[in-house]
Nanobody
Framework: QVQLVESGGGLVTAGDSQKLSCAASGRTFSSYVMGWFRQAPGKEREFVATISRRGGSTNYADSVKGRFTISRDNAKNTVYLQMNNLKPEDTAVYYC?????????????????WGQGTQVTVSS
């Protein structure tokens, strides 16, 4: 089992950058595929990015490709989401999630563990 705690959210202006962190408990962090998802008010939770267990493979939603970067530091049990050129439509609660599988996935239903989320608000 793993517990996830996100941090780094807040209020920024369009065009700014922001970096989210997700700290995981336990000693098996490197055995989990990690993902970032987001949920805007009145909308379904949607995929943002995912990273393989060793960090060699990543995948992004089209809406964030070229602006967001997911990375991980297994020695620190932490996954990051660097967000550049933020837009008002990026406003959402951002969640990190862990998947017990060697295969990355954009399907939220395939992730077992979730953090509590961190709010990101982008003003225009």
């Amino acid at each position: 089992q793993v517990q996830l705690v996100e941090s780094g959210g807040g209020l920024v202006t369009a065009g700014d950058s922001q970096k989210l962190s997700c700290a995981a408990s336990g000693r098996t962090f490197s055995s989990y595929v990690m993902g970032w998802f987001r949920q805007a008010p009145g909308k379904e939770r949607e995929f943002v990015a995912t990273i393989s267990r060793r960090g060699g493979s990543t995948n992004y939603a089209d809406s964030v490709k070229g602006r967001f970067t997911i990375s991980r530091d297994n020695a620190k049990n932490t996954v990051y989401l660097q967000m550049n050129n933020l837009k008002p439509e990026d406003t959402a609660v951002y969640y990190c999630a862990a998947r017990i599988s060697p295969v990355t996935s954009s399907n939220k239903d395939e992730y077992t563990y979730w953090g509590q989320g961190t709010q990101v608000t982008v003003s225009s």
